[in-house]
């Protein structure tokens, strides 16, 4: 096995947030690494953020029936 990196996959621009929510056309939430930071764990904590207000606000029963 060898460990490589991605020569593009550092985001360009960092987002001092958890995510982007976009209501209209949507509900689209915008995640990833480049949202408080570059790595993994920024990607993983992003999604984690986005999630947990999606069940809060019951955000998908508009969505799904």
Same mark, same amino acid.
């Given at each position: 096995y060898q460990i490589h990196r991605w020569k593009y996959s550092t985001p360009s621009q960092s987002y001092n947030k958890s995510f982007e $929510?976009? +209501? #209209? *056309?949507g *509900?689209?939430?915008i995640i990833g690494d480049a949202f408080n930071g !570059? !790595?993994? +764990? #920024?990607? $993983?904590?992003?999604g984690r953020e986005a999630a947990k207000e999606l069940v809060e606000n019951e955000v998908l029963l508009g969505v799904i029936k």
């Open positions: $929510f976009i +209501e #209209s *056309p *509900p689209i939430y !570059n !790595n993994a +764990e #920024s990607a $993983f904590l992003s």
